[in-house]
């Protein structure tokens, strides 16, 4: 089993920079593919980055496509969630999750990832 906890999220003003970190119990952290979503008030959650096991490979989101950064750091059980320029519209809930699945390609599907983190805020003022 696998056990997460986001933390980093906050309040910043519109064009700010925040980093999400998510902390991953647990020995497997270095096999299995990881991904942030958020729900924003009123909405559903959506897909915001994924990346594979290795690191080699990442997705984004069409909103967050050359904003957003997700790395990985294996050694410390830890995925990164890098979000500069922000918008009021990024304002939601953060969560973090793993698919258990070893892929090449991340997926961007909520039904592939196995574990989630109880999320973390984050309000972009304007």
């Known amino acids: 089993q696998v056990q997460l906890a986001e933390s980093g999220g906050g309040l910043v003003q519109a064009g700010g920079s925040l980093r999400l970190s998510c902390a991953a119990s647990?020995?497997?952290?270095?096999?299995?593919?990881m991904a942030w979503f958020r729900k924003g008030p009123g909405q559903e959650r959506e897909f915001v980055a994924a990346?594979?096991?290795?690191?080699?490979?990442?997705a984004y989101a069409d909103s967050v496509k050359g904003r957003f950064t997700i790395s990985r750091d294996n050694a410390k059980n830890t995925v990164y969630l890098q979000m500069n320029s922000l918008k009021p519209e990024d304002t939601a809930v953060y969560y973090c999750?793993?698919?258990?699945?070893?892929?090449?390609?991340?997926?961007?599907?909520?039904?592939?990832?196995?574990?989630w983190g109880r999320g973390t805020q984050v309000t972009v003022s304007s």
């Open positions: 990346i594979t096991w290795s690191g080699d490979n990442t």
């Open positions: 999750a793993a698919d258990m699945r070893r892929t090449v390609v991340p997926s961007a599907r909520e039904y592939d990832y196995d574990y």
């Open positions: 647990g020995r497997i952290f270095s096999t299995v593919d």
